[in-house]
T-cell receptor, first 114, second 114 residues
Framework: DAKTTQPPSMDCAEGRAANLPCNHS???????VYWYRQIHSQGPQYIIH???NNETNEMASLIITEDRKSSTLILPHATLRDTAVYYC???????????????FGKGTHLIIQP | DSGVTQTPKHLITATGQRVTLRCSPR?????VYWYQQSLDQGLQFLIQ???????AKGNILERFSAQQFPDLHSELNLSSLELGDSALYFC?????????????FGPGTRLLVL
């Protein structure tokens, strides 16, 4: 799986959009971008994933650059409950090989300020 | 609530002992994953089972083993425990074993080895 780079921490004001960047310059054509988050020692929670098109669900939006070397997770109206560590994970698609386990990096600790 | 259950929530034991952690996947999910989260190593994938069979191995020690039963629940057995095995152990499940399947995590078991 391709390696990802994320800032170790970010602050965001409550009610504002939180934009979390992720670099994955070695991503290959069949690798997806996944985002998970972990709220203080709870089990990681799936947020969203995408291959090349931008994606949106009830939790967030995922913007993937045209060259697919980076992406941004957007939480449109951050609340205090969004304070968590956010993990950007790149992994192969159904035609790829390797273990099926997720490879978590250190993630970004997002702190929502009141 | 992800639908994945783990027992026990907390476990305290002594070095050299053996413990069993239990996981019940979401209804209908065939794949179960085990992860370990320690302060120094972060979240690491240990092993995956799919419909009763081992599917993929990550950084699992030889002292650790797992199995998935016909009713699809899984157990992680940790033996000859060392102080360094103190960690959070998460179980996750997904519908199938394909790489792009979303993994849903349980609340975890916190293991403390004294």
């Amino acid at each position: 799986d391709a390696k990802t780079t994320q800032p170790p921490s970010m602050d965001c004001a409550e009610g504002r959009a939180a934009n979390l960047p992720c670099n994955h310059s070695t991503i290959s054509g069949n690798e997806y971008v996944y985002w998970y988050r972990q709220i203080h020692s709870q089990g990681p929670q799936y947020i969203i994933h995408g291959l090349k098109n931008n994606e949106t669900n009830e939790m967030a939006s995922l913007i993937i650059t045209e060259d697919r070397k980076s992406s941004t997770l957007i939480l449109p109206h951050a609340t205090l409950r969004d304070t968590a560590v956010y993990y950007c994970i790149v992994r192969v698609g159904p035609t790829g090989g390797g273990a099926d386990g997720l490879t978590f990096g250190k993630g970004t600790h997002l702190i929502i300020q009141p | 609530d992800s639908g994945v259950t783990q027992t026990p929530k907390h476990l305290i034991t002594a070095t050299g002992q053996r413990v069993t952690l239990r996981c019940s996947p979401r209804s209908g999910d065939l794949s179960v994953y085990w992860y370990q989260q320690s302060l120094d190593q972060g979240l690491q994938f240990l092993i995956q089972y799919y419909n009763g069979e081992e599917r993929a191995k990550g950084n699992i020690l030889e002292r650790f083993s797992a199995q998935q039963f016909p009713d699809l629940h899984s157990e992680l057995n940790l033996s000859s425990l060392e102080l360094g095995d103190s960690a959070l152990y998460f179980c996750a499940s997904s519908a199938r074993a394909k790489f792009q399947e979303t993994q849903y995590f349980g609340p975890g078991t916190r293991l403390l080895v004294l």
